[in-house]
């Protein structure tokens, strides 16, 4: 997958699904992050599966103007951030990555406010080792960990054992 990279794309309100199906017919590589949360249908409680950024998906693929009009096409999409298709913005593979791992942790996940500071940690033990995010405390011995994709301005938090985290190196040009 040389030059492939990760877009964000934006759809229309619980359009999400009908995206990514469309997407796969047409051979994209698309991401859906979801988490589990409690609903209450008919008077009864139950668990059913939410996007974790609502009226987002990811999309990899080296983009071209033909996969850019592709993805246009696609019933329920708005458009492809930021711009039109000469200058669109990727998404760092490490951020994707990130919340791919979260949510494959299995470790229940919440959206979480957007930080533009905190302290930079990473994860040392766990599930989740070598993840890197901003870390928030909330209790004496507790904090959540929050990973964020910069360019829909969207986060998603993790719980964590304070323990569990060291604070990462200044990286260079931060």
């Given at each position: 997958?040389?030059g492939?990279?990760?877009?964000a794309?934006?759809?229309?309100s619980?359009c999400?699904?009908?995206?990514?199906?469309?997407?796969?017919?047409?051979?994209?590589?698309?991401?859906?992050?979801?988490?589990?949360?409690?609903?209450?249908?008919d008077?009864?409680v139950?668990?059913?599966?939410?996007?974790?950024?609502?009226?987002?998906l990811?999309?990899?693929?080296?983009?071209?103007?033909?996969?850019?009009?592709?993805?246009?096409?696609?019933?329920?999409?708005?458009?492809?951030?930021?711009g039109g298709?000469?200058?669109?913005?990727?998404?760092?593979a490490?951020?994707?990555?990130?919340?791919?791992?979260?949510?494959?942790?299995?470790?229940?996940?919440?959206?979480?406010?957007?930080f533009?500071?905190g302290?930079?940690?990473?994860?040392?033990?766990?599930?989740?080792?070598?993840?890197?995010?901003?870390f928030?405390?909330?209790?004496?011995n507790r904090?959540?960990?929050?990973?964020?994709?910069?360019?829909?301005?969207?986060?998603?938090?993790?719980?964590?054992?304070?323990?569990?985290?060291?604070?990462?190196?200044p990286?260079?040009?931060?």
């Open positions: 997958m040389a492939d990279e990760w877009y794309v934006w759809t229309r619980n999400e699904h009908l995206v990514v199906e469309q997407l796969a017919a047409k051979a994209f590589t698309s991401f859906l992050p979801e988490t589990a949360v409690r609903a209450r249908r008077g009864k139950g668990v059913v599966r939410m996007p974790i950024f609502p009226g987002y990811f999309v990899r693929r080296a983009m071209d103007k033909a996969s850019y009009v592709e993805i246009l096409k696609a019933r329920g999409v708005v458009r492809i951030l930021d298709w000469s200058r669109l913005t990727p998404i760092p490490d951020e994707v990555d990130a919340i791919q791992r979260l949510v494959h942790s299995g470790v229940p996940l919440f959206p979480h406010a957007y533009h500071q302290d930079r940690v990473r994860v040392v033990e766990g599930p989740l080792v070598g993840l890197e995010g901003l928030v405390r909330e209790q004496p904090g959540r960990l929050v990973i964020s994709i910069n360019l829909l301005r969207a986060s998603v938090a993790v719980e964590v054992d304070i323990a569990s985290v060291d604070a990462c190196r990286r260079h040009g931060m």
